[in-house]
Structures are given as structure tokens and as C-alpha cells.
């Protein structure tokens, strides 16, 4: 295979990747933010892009985070692309904290009802996985059934929080991409001004 591992990476290596990347968080968010400067489209299309990408991590619906990012960022007319680069919001390090805090936040808006464990999570999860693979709706709807408990006050609390989060980000790359125009007009207008042709 082109470009294949000539030592292919132990189980160790591929865990401390997950959680800490090769070029490390830092340098990653970096890429990350000059990947969406790049992006053929104006400031505020990509930031509602990454806006929408922020707010679909919130949601609770791992599998399918891409895709609502996406469907967010297409009916607010903003970028597609930038929706799916700002999913790197979305890591090992920040899922429980957002977890928790869509859980808890939402269980205070619903009133304290729910409790982290009335379901278990593990079986559940478990039983959901082999009635998608066996293509068995009656067993779907009934697994799932058991993780709406703990389900609805994430989906609850994501409501604010995630709003609260696109927001911000929306904001915070807006700022970022239109710094990035400037830097880029005044070295076209100061290299302008050195040629020794411009004034001719």
C-alpha cells in the first residue's frame, strides 16, 4: 500500500495518538485555523460553518455529528467544509467534559429528574449496536427507548450550551480570518509601494 507505516504503530502509540496528537493540540488547532483561512468563501460563511460544526459536538448523537453539522451549515448557508473542520472540537479530552456538562445542565432545566444511573449505559449501548447491524427496527426503537432517559437531558442541555459555544466560535473566527485579510492587503499594499516600478 502507497504510503504505508514501514513499522506499523502498537496499540499504545495508536491510544496516545487519540488523545494526543502527533503535532500536538496546539499545533493542530493552528492547522486547523489556517485550513478554514484558506476555504474559497467569505469570513462569515466559513465562521457560520465552524459555528454549526461547534454546535453539532454538543449534541449528544455521536454517530451522526457530521451529518447535522453539515445539514446546519447548508441551511444557514454557510460553509460545509468548515463545518467538518471545526468538528476537531470534538476529541477524547472534550467529550466527557461536554457530556457532563450538557447532562448536568439539562438535568437542572428538566427539573433534577434524571440520574447518570437509571440506565446501563454499557449494556444499552451494547444492545443498540447489534439491532443496527442485524437490521432489526422493532429492537432498535426498544434500545433506544432505554437511553432516552439519559439521552434527554444531554439533548436538553446541548440546546444552550451549544448555542453558547457556536457563538463564540462564530465570533472568535470571524475576528480570525478577517485579521488574516488585513495582514494579507497591507503586505500586497507595502509590496506594492517597495517595487521600484510602482511608481511608473
Given at each position: 500500500m502507497l504510503f504505508k507505516r514501514r513499522n506499523p504503530a502498537s496499540v499504545a502509540e495508536?491510544?496516545?495518538?487519540?488523545l494526543w496528537p502527533r503535532r500536538s493540540w496546539g499545533r493542530s488547532i493552528r492547522y486547523i485555523l489556517l485550513r478554514l483561512n484558506r476555504l474559497p468563501s467569505s469570513p462569515h460563511k466559513i465562521a457560520v460553518g465552524a459555528a454549526a460544526g461547534?454546535?453539532?459536538?454538543?449534541?449528544?448523537?455521536?454517530g451522526v455529528q457530521l451529518v447535522i453539522a453539515a445539514i446546519?451549515?447548508?441551511g444557514l448557508r454557510g460553509s460545509v467544509v468548515?463545518?467538518?473542520l471545526s468538528s476537531f472540537?470534538?476529541?477524547?479530552?472534550?467529550?466527557p467534559i461536554i457530556w457532563f456538562a450538557t447532562f448536568n445542565l439539562g438535568n437542572v432545566l428538566l427539573g433534577g429528574t434524571a440520574s447518570a444511573h437509571i440506565v446501563?449505559?454499557?449494556?444499552?449501548?451494547?444492545?443498540?449496536?447489534e439491532s443496527v447491524v442485524n437490521l432489526q427496527p422493532d429492537a432498535i426503537a426498544k434500545s433506544a427507548e432505554g437511553l432516552w432517559p439519559l439521552l434527554k437531558p444531554m439533548v436538553v442541555g446541548s440546546v444552550p450550551l451549544g448555542i453558547f459555544a457556536a457563538t463564540a466560535a462564530y465570533v472568535l473566527v470571524r475576528r480570525l480570518i478577517g485579521a488574516a485579510e488585513a495582514r494579507k492587503r497591507r503586505r500586497v499594499r507595502l509590496s506594492r509601494t517597495a517595487s521600484p516600478l510602482a511608481g511608473r
Open positions: 495508536r491510544i496516545r495518538l487519540v461547534v454546535f453539532a459536538v454538543f449534541t449528544p448523537f455521536l446546519l451549515a447548508w468548515a463545518s467538518f472540537v470534538g476529541n477524547p479530552i472534550t467529550y446501563d449505559l454499557q449494556s444499552r449501548a451494547g444492545a443498540l449496536y
